[in-house]
């Protein structure tokens, strides 16, 4: 029996049996990881939400907090936004993550000076 696969190399090709099993193999892996991305960017951009409203900063700034805040505590910015979101939701960041969001958001809200909710 031929299986024919298309790939942007080779765009129609034979292939035998164990090598359309691992091509299957690693595009369920790639799928896998772009659902995980997805799921990455939508709480991220959550975070941003939340950053933006305490703060009272643009979003682009708010990236910059996540972003500073995630390089500052060696921790993925994934990671960071997660606890962003809990901490929003009246949860508690560590004493790490806390002080550095607050110099964070310190820097960037210089640029735009309003009274604003102590974090």
């Known amino acids: 029996m031929a299986f024919f ?4 190399r080779h765009p129609l090709q034979l292939l035998p049996l164990t090598e359309l099993v691992a091509e299957h193999e690693r595009l369920h892996e790639e799928l896998d990881q772009l659902q995980r991305a997805l799921t990455s960017h939508a709480v ?6 939340a950053v933006v409203t305490l703060g009272r900063i643009p979003p682009e ?5 996540l972003r500073e805040v995630s390089q500052r505590t060696n921790t ?3 990671t960071v ?4 979101l809990k ?8 004493d790490t993550e806390l002080e550095e969001f607050r110099r964070a958001l310190d820097r960037h809200t210089m640029r735009f000076p309003v009274d604003r909710p102590e974090p």
Request: aromatic content about 6%.
């Open 5 to 8: 696969a298309i790939s942007g």
């Open 87 to 94: 901490f929003a939701q009246g949860g508690a960041l560590s």
């Open 44 to 49: 991220i951009d959550q975070a941003i939400g």
């Open 76 to 78: 993925k910015v994934r």
């Open 81 to 84: 936004a997660e606890h962003v």
């Open 61 to 65: 700034d708010a990236w910059c907090v």
